[in-house]
């Protein structure tokens, strides 16, 4: 039997990504797409607020990295142009 623990795997083949083991990509955004995204600061901070909460709850995120991601998200330029 061919199953996945979550401490590793049994049998099964894991994807990889430019020789690396991962579950996801990472993307970033560029200050105009998120302007495209977030017309005004007060949507873009009210959303990061949204994610960061829930990505807390559910265990994704600690508190203290959840009061820089916020913080960060007040500062800015973001919906400001």
Request: charged share 20%; hydrophobic share 35%.
């Amino acid at each position: 039997m061919k199953r996945y623990t979550a401490f590793g795997r049994r049998g099964a083949r894991m994807p990889r990504a430019g020789g690396i083991r991962s579950w996801g990509y990472y993307k970033p955004f560029t200050i105009e797409s998120l302007d495209a995204l977030y017309p005004n600061r007060g949507q873009y901070v009210s959303k990061v607020i949204q994610v960061t909460n829930e990505n807390v709850n559910h265990g994704y995120l600690l508190d203290g990295d959840a009061k820089v991601t916020i913080e960060a998200a007040y500062q800015t330029s973001v919906g400001m142009r």
